[in-house]
């Protein structure tokens, strides 16, 4: 059984950190910024799994359990704020490249928006809204 | 056996930082830059975690939830301070 | 200058622009989640979850969110647990797979991999369900949140890995189907019963 869970422990941590690698390999491959926002932040939300469960087996104790499931919490919370944040202003001050999508279904609306005369808080797009209710 | 597990996993997180650190060099926006220190707080958070597995003891364990929770602020603030720049 | 002529059903966006000067503030029954998070964080921190010091926690939970008010989150009143397990079994489930996705990306495609902007119109009105579905497709690997268009339930979102328009309307399809979850595990009843008369007879196959 030690011998199960010891193996157990190295497999997650391993895999934990591989996790960390593939982020890396990925900030460096990926042509674009948003397509590296993918590899950054993401696959740490299971790299972090794993090593946490990797560590509370290996310490054999229930007390950290609310501490670790307290920080992966806030990561799941946190982690897509900021890639939401650093998406949005890349994508708006021109410092993510276009040229590597496929489809932009976005800009057709931003154009719009500009091309638009100014109407303070009008919703821009009320006529296409799908019926709620 | 865990001292060879722990080898693995350290030059595995070593590959991943060096990786960011080119990236932090080389992001042609700062934005690159910022996501790059994003991923690298992460993985010092991941290396903590080793050590204390190595070690055996949990003192870090607060520092780990610390950078959970408070590492996103950072990007959000630089990417915020961007935006609002180029719109001025 | 906020624009007062809106149409008065559109109760988001009147609490975006807060046009009437008051200020909404959340009730003690609307915020018993975030007081009972606040107090598992302060039991987590301590690593002590015994009673005295829950009793200290629960005094520093209600002066918090005295001194610091937020806005009413408005929760849609049913919940359905067996649902919720089996959103956060297929989520791990997802975030695996996904997570293999990006990294053999990562590893052969590499720098000619292709994505796009996508728009996903939702078929929800309810804020709490955007944000959720949002939260819950960046933090599945391949997908985030560009912009949100609020009035119409509309989310952008940059989505890897996509070459041709099947595969935008495959991606399309998997955002709703997060949705459809979504709303089995929280959405409100009228919600829950439209989505069930929109599946139809498999709905019950396909409850996964």
């Not at chain 1, 920080?71 to 939401?84: I, N, R, Y």
């Not at chain 1, 500009?114 to 009320?126: D, F, H, I």
């Not at chain 3, 119409?152 to 309307?169: A, C, F, G, K, R």
């Amino acid at each position: 059984m030690e011998l199960f869970l010891d193996i157990l422990v190295a497999i997650l941590l391993i895999l934990g950190c591989l996790m960390s690698l593939i982020a890396g390999i990925g900030l460096l491959t990926f042509p674009d910024m948003l397509t590296r926002m993918h590899a950054a932040t993401k696959p740490q939300v299971l790299g972090f799994l794993l090593i946490f469960a990797g560590l509370v087996i290996y310490l054999r104790s229930w007390a950290v359990i609310p501490v670790l499931a307290l920080a992966w919490g806030m990561q799941l919370l946190t982690a897509p704020v900021s890639a939401h944040m650093i998406g949005r202003s890349g994508y708006r001050t021109k410092h993510a490249a276009k040229e590597t999508l496929f489809s932009d279904e976005l800009s057709l609306v931003v154009n719009r928006v500009n091309g638009a005369p100014p109407t303070g808080a009008t919703p821009m797009s009320k006529a296409e809204a799908p019926e709620d209710k | 056996m865990l001292d060879i597990v722990i080898w693995i996993c350290g030059i595995m997180l070593g590959l991943g930082a060096i990786a960011c650190l080119i990236r932090v060099a080389k992001g042609p926006s700062i934005l690159d830059r910022v996501l790059a220190l994003d991923v690298m707080l992460l993985i010092i958070s991941a290396a903590l975690c080793l050590e204390m597995v190595l070690h055996k003891h949990t003192d870090y364990l607060l520092f780990v939830v610390a950078a959970c929770m408070l590492g996103f602020i950072g990007s959000v603030t630089v990417s915020r301070f961007v935006s609002d720049q180029r719109n001025a | 200058m906020p624009n007062k002529n809106f149409e008065p059903r559109d109760q988001r966006i009147d609490d975006a622009l807060d046009t009437s000067g008051v200020r909404h503030r959340a009730t003690l029954k609307q915020e018993w989640p975030l007081l009972l998070l606040l107090l598992f964080v302060w039991g987590a921190l301590w690593q002590d979850f015994s009673l005295a010091n829950m009793i200290f926690g629960a005094v520093i939970a209600l002066v918090i969110v005295n001194l610091f008010p937020l806005p009413p989150v408005v929760l849609s009143g049913r919940i359905n647990l067996w649902y919720c397990v089996k959103l956060f079994i297929w989520f791990l489930g997802q975030v695996v797979a996904a997570s293999v996705h990006v990294a053999w990306l990562a590893m052969v495609r590499g720098k000619n991999t292709r994505s796009a902007i996508i728009a996903v119109p939702l078929r929800t009105g309810s804020d709490l369900i955007v944000m959720t579905v949002g939260h819950v497709l960046t933090l599945i690997p391949g997908s985030f949140v560009i912009d949100v268009d609020r009035s119409s339930s509309t989310l952008y979102l940059h989505y890897i890995d996509i070459q041709s328009p099947e595969d935008v309307e495959t991606a399309r399809a998997a955002i709703r189907d997060i949705e459809r979850r979504l709303i089995m595990a929280i959405g409100s009843r009228d919600e829950y019963e439209a989505i069930k008369s929109e599946c139809g007879p498999d709905f019950a196959a396909r409850k996964g």
